[in-house]
């Protein structure tokens, strides 16, 4: 379960409380203006060329309506837990997501196809990685700068402050908006996540080694034998 897959399949901690901080920064700041925000957000992964990195994951759900709507369903399992992980990065176009607890899952892609693997169902998921750049939030950390200027209208809620507000401009993609956050050394530390259906997913990342040497065997999948494969 994971960011990559939606959190249909499931997607970070209880930072979530940093959200509303988010939406206060952004009534009373200084955004950054319109044509800048993008081209900060590049010049900022442009310091990145490889990631290592731990991560948890949680979802809430944050919208009033749906949360009523929901108590007439049974709770989704992912609502529950804590997922983590961990991530390597390697740019251009190099990603592995690995989630450990409570459930192993596997998305790895080197840059063409997105390979989506989960070994208790002996079943992976090859998928094309043009449709699913906007859908896949945590590719744009070894995305290029062009797919996510196509993917994403980005805004900069303070000029003074390293955090940004992506909305895909495909309005069927997974999510809503997307929040990063960077730290020092222009580290990701944080993902906020907002989708259609009124849950707000967090995303943190700790123990981060930026541009530290990566075996890049890592990023080539092969699907086990008597691996049920699935293409989308």
């Known amino acids: 379960m994971n960011l990559l897959h939606k959190t249909a399949s499931a997607l970070t901690i209880s930072t979530l ?4 901080i988010f939406a206060t920064q952004t ?3 200084a955004p950054a203006p319109t044509q800048q925000a993008p081209q900060n957000l590049i010049k900022q992964l442009s310091g990145i060329q490889s990631i290592q990195a731990e991560f948890s994951q949680n979802t809430k759900l944050t919208n009033a309506r749906h949360t009523a709507a929901q ?3 049974p709770t989704p399992q992912h ?5 983590s992980g961990v991530m390597q990065v390697a740019r251009p176009g190099k990603f592995y997501w690995e989630t450990l607890k409570p459930a192993k899952q596997t998305i790895v892609t080197t840059g063409k196809v997105v390979w989506i693997y989960d070994p208790d169902l002996e079943q992976a998921v090859k998928q094309s990685l043009d449709e699913q750049i906007a859908n896949t939030p945590a590719l744009l950390l070894s995305g290029n700068a062009q797919d996510i200027m196509n993917a994403y209208d980005v805004s900069q809620p303070d000029a003074k402050k390293t955090y940004y507000s992506l909305k895909p401009k495909d309005k069927e993609g997974a999510f809503e ?3 990063i956050s960077f730290g020092r050394n222009n580290t990701p530390t944080l993902m906020i996540l907002e989708d ?4 707000t997913t967090t995303i943190n990342f700790r123990n981060i080694k930026l541009n530290g040497k990566i075996d890049h065997s890592v990023f080539n999948f092969s699907p086990p034998k008597g691996t049920d494969i699935i293409e989308q």
């Open 17 to 20: 409380a940093l959200a509303p």
């Open 177 to 179: 908006r997307l929040l």
């Open 196 to 199: 259609s259906m009124g849950q």
């Open 27 to 29: 009534l009373y700041a």
């Open 71 to 73: 108590k007439k369903q």
């Open 79 to 83: 609502m529950n837990q804590t997922f």
